[in-house]
C-alpha cells in the first residue's frame, strides 16, 4: 500500500529520474553547428519480430548516417501505453515514438505531438491517406501501413461440418443467420460465433447503419442507439440460449493468441475477429486453416481499413529536424523496407510493398487478403475519444454482467449511456 | 531454562546500552545523522516527499498529462458518494481479507504443528513444503493457477473421473474470488516458519509439567501452545491483514479483476485509475483512504490483543 502510494508518486516525479536524457539533449545542442553526432531516442511497441526488424533498420540508418545514433527502447503495448503518460508528464517523450490511432487524439489535445505537416510526402504515400489523417488540418503521425479489420474464420473445419464459407460483403443479417444455420451443422462443444461483450463491436453495427458513431466530435457527443443496441443485443442473448455462442463462463476464460485458451486455435470457435496486422499471429497458431472475410456491412459499410500505426515525434524533442528527416527515411528507404517487411503491416508506401510481394509468406499474404476484402466498404477507424477509456472498461463489465444473466439489457444501457453523457458534457465544457 | 536465562540476559544487554547511549547524548548527534545520512536522504526524498507529493495530489485532478489542478475535496466526495467501483472493490478486498487470513493462519499453524517434530529429514520435508513460497506471487504462479482452476484445468479433469461437471473456476463470478483466496492460503510458508520459530521457542519445561499433572495432547496445545505462541500469532495476523489488502498481482495476472468485477481487489482498481485512466490525483486519494483502512484495523487489532495476546515477560497474563 505504501508502496503503491510511493510508486503514485515516483511516477509523478519521473521528471528528476529522465533528467539524463535531457542533459544529453543539450549536450547535441552545443554540438549542432559544428554537425556533431546526436542521439535520437525512440519507443515502441509489438511483438519480437518488430522488435528485431526495427532495430536493424535503424543499424542501417546509422550506417547511412554516421552521425546518427539512437537509444531505442521497446516493448509491448500494455506496458508503452502505461509508460507514455509518465513520460508526458515530464516532458520526456522519446524524439521519435510509434502512435495508435487509438491514442493519437488525447496526446495531439495535449500539444504533445509535432506537426509534421511540412515534410513532403509525395508519391510515397497516397494523398488521400494523409487527408484522411488530419487532425484539424495538420499531420502529426506518419503512416507506417495499411490496417483493416475483418473476421477470420477455421475454413478446415467449416468445410468438415459442410458449412459454407461466409462471403465478401455479408450484411449483418445474413451474418446472424450463418451463425444460425452453422449451429445446426457443428456438434457440441463447438460454436459459429464468439459472444460480444465490448464497445467496438456494438459501434460497428451501429456505424454500420448509417448512425454516427457512439463517440464523435472528439467526445463531446456521444449517440448510443436504443433501438440498435436493443435489438443487438438481444440477438446475442438468444444466440446464447441457442448455444451459437459459447456460455458466458467459457467467453470469460478465452486469451486470444494464447495457444490453448485462444477461441479459434482452440477449436471452439469457428470465427473471431482479425486484423491485416493480428492475423499472422493466428496464422502460426493454426497453419493453412486461417480464412478471412470483412466485417459484416449495413447500408453504410463496414469495419474499417486504413493506416491505424504511425511514427510521431515530440513536440518536446531538442532533435526535431533529425527525427522528421529519420520518420520520412522509415517509409523511403527500400533496405529498411526490406529489413521491416510486414512487421507493421502492409508498409504504406506502394513501391516498397511491390519489392516485398514476390517472397511473401502465407500468413502475410493472409493480412493483405484481408485489406482488400475490407477497402472498399470500409467506414472510418473509430477510437475512444480523450477520457473515455473508464467508460469502455465499464461497457465491458456492464455488458459481462448481461451474458452472465446478472442484469437486463435495457439495465446495462442505461448506465452505459448515463456515463457516456456525463464525459460528453464533461468534455463539452472544457 | 536455557531459554528464559537468554532473555534476562539479553535484556540486561539491552538496559546497558540504552543508559549508555543517554550519556553521550549531544557530543556524538551530528555523527549519528552522518552515519544514517545515506538512508536518511533515501528516506526523505524517496520515500517521506512522494508520500507528501501524493497527499497533495489526492486534492487535484491530474492526468499526468496536464498540470494538477486543485478541486479540494471532489475526489473524496466522488468516492465517497458517486462511485460504485469504489464501493465493490473495497468489498470484494474485505471478503477476500475475511476468509484468506484466517484461512492462512490456521493452514500455517497445521503445517508448523506437523513439522515441529524430530523426524529423520526434517530439513528436507521443511524445505519442500517451504518451496511454493519461494515462487512467491510471480507469473508463474498465476500460469499454474489458471492450468488447475481453468474449465479445461486439472481440477475439472480429476472431478470428471468422479462424473461430476465442473465449472470454469476462475471464470466463473461466484468462485473466482475463492481460487484467489486458495492461492493465498497455498502460500503460507513465511506465516508457517514464522509460527515454526515460535513453537521452537515454547520452554519444554512446560510440557513436561503439565505431562506430570496428567494432562493430555489436546489440553495441552490448548492450555501451553496456544498462548505461548499468541505473540507470534498476533504478528501474523497484522501482516496478513496488511498483505492482503494489497493483494495485487494474482488477481491483476489471473482474473483481470473479471469477471464483472469479481475479483477487481482495492489496489487493481487503484493501479487502474492511475495507469490505464491516467486519473493520479483521484488514485492518490484511493491510496489515502486505503492507509486510513488498513491504519485504523492496525490500531483495533493492537487494542484487542491486550485481551488474547500473551506475553511471558508481562508475568504470564493477558491484561
Not at chain 2, 63 to 76: A, F, I, M, Q, R
Not at chain 2, 148 to 172: C, H, K, R
Amino acid at each position: 500500500m505504501l508502496m503503491l502510494a510511493i510508486m503514485l508518486v515516483l511516477s509523478a516525479c519521473s521528471g528528476g529520474g529522465n533528467g539524463g536524457n535531457k542533459e544529453k539533449n543539450t549536450d547535441n545542442k552545443g554540438n549542432k553547428d559544428s554537425g556533431g553526432a546526436k542521439t535520437l531516442s525512440i519507443m515502441w511497441w509489438g511483438p519480437d519480430a518488430r522488435h528485431e526488424a526495427t532495430k536493424k533498420a535503424l543499424d542501417i540508418y546509422t550506417q547511412q548516417n554516421s552521425n546518427i545514433t539512437f537509444k531505442p527502447e521497446f516493448m509491448a503495448w500494455d506496458a508503452f501505453w502505461q509508460k507514455l503518460p509518465t513520460l508526458a508528464a515530464s516532458k520526456s517523450i522519446t524524439d521519435v515514438l510509434q502512435m495508435d490511432a487509438a491514442y493519437i487524439h488525447e496526446y495531439v489535445s495535449r500539444g504533445q505531438l509535432e506537426d509534421l505537416s511540412d515534410l513532403d510526402l509525395n508519391g510515397i504515400v497516397d494523398p488521400n491517406v494523409i487527408d484522411n489523417l488530419q487532425i484539424d488540418g495538420k499531420l502529426y503521425g506518419i503512416p507506417l501501413s495499411q490496417n483493416a479489420q475483418g473476421i477470420a474464420f477455421n475454413k478446415t473445419e467449416l468445410d468438415q461440418y459442410g458449412i459454407p464459407h461466409p462471403h465478401k460483403d455479408w450484411t449483418y443479417d445474413e451474418f446472424f443467420q450463418w451463425a444460425r444455420d452453422a449451429r445446426a451443422k457443428l456438434p457440441d462443444g463447438k460454436y459459429p460465433i464468439g459472444d460480444t461483450t465490448t464497445w467496438d463491436s456494438f459501434n460497428y453495427y451501429q456505424t454500420s447503419m448509417g448512425k454516427s458513431p457512439i463517440m464523435s466530435d472528439g467526445g463531446k457527443t456521444f449517440t448510443l442507439d436504443k433501438d440498435l443496441f436493443m435489438t443487438f443485443y438481444q440477438t446475442y442473448e438468444q444466440f446464447r440460449k441457442d448455444k451459437i455462442v459459447p456460455p458466458a463462463e467459457k467467453a470469460a476464460a478465452f486469451l486470444e493468441n494464447d495457444p490453448q485458451a485462444d477461441p479459434m486455435a482452440s477449436g471452439v470457435v469457428m470465427t473471431r475477429g482479425a486484423t491485416t496486422g493480428s492475423v499472422s499471429a493466428l496464422e502460426q497458431l493454426m497453419p493453412g486453416k486461417v480464412g478471412v472475410v470483412n466485417m459484416p456491412v449495413g447500408p453504410a459499410g463496414g469495419g474499417w481499413a486504413q493506416s491505424t500505426i504511425f511514427l510521431s515525434v515530440s513536440a518536446n524533442s531538442k532533435n526535431k529536424d533529425e527525427a522528421k528527416r529519420f520518420v520520412k527515411w522509415f517509409i523511403t528507404d527500400k533496405e529498411a523496407g526490406k529489413a521491416l517487411g510486414l512487421t507493421r503491416g502492409i508498409p504504406i508506401n506502394p513501391d516498397i510493398y511491390k519489392e516485398l510481394e514476390p517472397n511473401l509468406e502465407a500468413k502475410d499474404k493472409l493480412g493483405k487478403e484481408l485489406y482488400d476484402l475490407s477497402v472498399d466498404k470500409a467506414l472510418p477507424f473509430y477510437s475512444p475519444a480523450a477520457g473515455f477509456s473508464e467508460w469502455v472498461d465499464m461497457y465491458k463489465k456492464e455488458m459481462e454482467a448481461v451474458t452472465f444473466g446478472q442484469q437486463s439489457i435495457e439495465a446495462a444501457y442505461n448506465k452505459i449511456d448515463k456515463m457516456g453523457k456525463e464525459l460528453a458534457a464533461k468534455a463539452g465544457s472544457k | 531454562m536455557a531459554a528464559t536465562a537468554n532473555t534476562a540476559s539479553g535484556n540486561e544487554i539491552e538496559k546497558k546500552k540504552s543508559g549508555g547511549n543517554r550519556k553521550k547524548k549531544g557530543a556524538h548527534h551530528i555523527a549519528g545523522y552522518v552515519f544514517i545520512s545515506p538512508w536518511l536522504i533515501g528516506f526523505l526524498l524517496l520515500t517521506l516527499w512522494p508520500i507528501a507529493q501524493s497527499f497533495y495530489l489526492s486534492f487535484t485532478e491530474y492526468s499526468l498529462l496536464e498540470d494538477p489542478v486543485w478541486t479540494g475535496t471532489d475526489n473524496y466526495t466522488k468516492i465517497f458518494t458517486n462511485d460504485t467501483t469504489f464501493t465493490k472493490s473495497l468489498s470484494v478486498t474485505f471478503m477476500f481479507v475475511l476468509f484468506s487470513v484466517p484461512l492462512k493462519l490456521f493452514f500455517s499453524l497445521m503445517v508448523a504443528l506437523a513439522l515441529n517434530k524430530n523426524v529423520r529429514g526434517m530439513n528436507l520435508y521443511r524445505t519442500a513444503i517451504y518451496f511454493p513460497s519461494l515462487i512467491g506471487g510471480s507469473i508463474a504462479v498465476a500460469a499454474l493457477w489458471r492450468n488447475m482452476f481453468g474449465i479445461d484445468g486439472y481440477i475439472n479433469q480429476v472431478l470428471a473421473w468422479f462424473g461430476i461437471e465442473g465449472i470454469g473456476w476462475i471464470s466463473n463470478p461466484d468462485t473466482s474470488l475463492g481460487t484467489l483466496i486458495l492461492l493465498n492460503t497455498w502460500q503460507f510458508g513465511s506465516t508457517m516458519v514464522i509460527f515454526l520459530a515460535g513453537l521452537k521457542q515454547v520452554p519444554q519445561e512446560l510440557y513436561e509439567s503439565a505431562s506430570v499433572d496428567g494432562a493430555g495432547k489436546v489440553r495441552k496445545f490448548i492450555s501451553i501452545t496456544l498462548p505461548m505462541l499468541s505473540p507470534v500469532m498476533f504478528f501474523n495476523l497484522v501482516l496478513g491483514i496488511i498483505g492482503s489488502f494489497q493483494t495485487f498481482t494474482s488477481a491483476f495476472i489471473i482474473t483481470k479483476g473479471g469477471p464483472i468485477n469479481s475479483t477487481y481487489m482495492y489496489a487493481m482498481f487503484l493501479y487502474e485509475k492511475a495507469f490505464k485512466h491516467y486519473q493520479m490525483g483521484y488514485a492518490s486519494a484511493l491510496a489515502w483512504i486505503l492507509l486510513t483502512i488498513v491504519a485504523l484495523l492496525t490500531i483495533i487489532n493492537f487494542a484487542a490483543s491486550r485481551y488474547w495476546v500473551f506475553y511471558e515477560s508481562d508475568g504470564g497474563k493477558p491484561k
